[in-house]
């Protein structure tokens, strides 16, 4: 898979309460929820993200709450991936879940906000083409990629019943 788009950078330990704020738990619509993806630690951030940007982070990123609005608010911004050192487990598993691209980067420190990233997920590359850097990705398990490639767990299992 070949994802192209600008990267918007944040730090470590970014939590799912910055990432969809607790006051914004009372829906479930995914449209209503990208209003307010991440403007708690960027308020520009709903206004600015388009279709097939990156959000970029250090280490830990989406530890606190188990909420699985954080990863459906992410993915109905528009992000294709959420690049990352590393990720809180509760969010690595939510996010495959609800159909969110996830990657792991030990360089993603090096990203910067406004660089244009081309991803190749089968190669594992991240292209940085506004530093002319080339990163490498840890690679998805192939279970997680099958989940993505269903739209997320629930069209997983519904594609899985009706195959038998």
Same mark, same amino acid.
């Given at each position: 898979m070949i994802l192209n788009g600008r990267a918007f950078k944040y730090g470590d330990d970014i939590n799912t +309460? $910055? @990432? @969809?704020?607790? %006051?914004?738990l009372n829906t479930s619509d995914p449209k209503e929820l990208a209003k307010?993806?991440?403007e708690d630690e960027d308020p520009d951030f709903p206004k600015k993200v388009k279709e097939g940007d990156f959000i970029v982070?250090?280490?830990n990123f989406g530890c606190g709450s188990s909420r699985e609005h954080a990863p459906i608010s992410i993915k109905?911004?528009?992000v294709s991936a959420v690049i990352a050192k590393s990720f809180a487990r509760i969010f690595y598993r939510n996010a495959f879940n609800m159909g969110l691209l996830i990657l792991e980067c030990n360089e993603a420190?090096?990203?910067?906000?406004? +660089?244009e990233l081309l991803v190749d997920t089968d190669k594992g590359?991240? $292209?940085?083409?506004?530093?002319g850097k080339t990163y490498k990705i840890m690679p998805v398990p192939e279970?997680?990629?099958e989940l993505l490639k269903a739209g997320g767990l629930i069209e997983f299992?519904?594609? %899985?019943?009706?195959n038998k």
């Open positions: +309460d $910055l @990432i @969809i704020p607790a %006051r914004y307010h993806c991440m982070a250090g280490k109905a911004s528009g420190d090096e990203i910067k906000t406004g +660089d590359e991240i $292209l940085n083409k506004t530093q279970f997680m990629v299992m519904k594609k %899985r019943s009706t």
